[in-house]
C-alpha cells in the first residue's frame, strides 16, 4: 500500500483543513486508517484512526470533538477534517495503514508528511 497525503497549508486559529490520504492497491479497504503528526520540537503523536468498515473510530484527547476522521474506501481514500483549528495543531501530518490493529505507534504503512500551520 503507498499513502499520498495532500491538504495541508496555512489556517488562521479558528479555522479549517480537511486532510486526505489517497492510497493505491486494492487493499486499502481492508486496513486500519491512521493520522498522526509531529509538532517542531515533539514526539510523533497519533491523533485518531479508523477501523477498515468505518465502524470504530478514535481520537487523541487534545483533538477530540474538533477533528473527525472518515475514510471512502471506493474512492480508497481516507480524511481528516480539522475545525477549530488552534496554534498547537501546527505540525507535519502523517497518514499511515495498518493491516491488523487500529491504534499502533508501528502502523505497517506511512504515507509522507503534509504541513499545517495555524496562525494565531
Known amino acids: 500500500v503507498q499513502l499520498q497525503a495532500s491538504g495541508g497549508g496555512l489556517v488562521q486559529a479558528g479555522g479549517s483543513l480537511r486532510l486526505s490520504c489517497t492510497a493505491s492497491g486494492r487493499t486499502f479497504s481492508r486496513n486500519n486508517m491512521g493520522w498522526f503528526r509531529r509538532a517542531p520540537g515533539k514526539e510523533r503523536e497519533s491523533v485518531a484512526a479508523?477501523?477498515?468498515?468505518?465502524?470504530?473510530?478514535y481520537y487523541a484527547d487534545s483533538v477530540k470533538g474538533r477533528f473527525t476522521i472518515s475514510r471512502d474506501n471506493a474512492k480508497n481514500t481516507a480524511y481528516l477534517q480539522m475545525n477549530s483549528l488552534k496554534p498547537e495543531d501546527t505540525a507535519v501530518y502523517y497518514c499511515a495503514a495498518d493491516r491488523t490493529e487500529l491504534v499502533t505507534t508501528t502502523p505497517d504503512y506511512w504515507g509522507q508528511g503534509t504541513l499545517v500551520t495555524v496562525s494565531s
Open positions: 479508523i477501523g477498515w468498515n468505518g465502524r470504530t473510530t
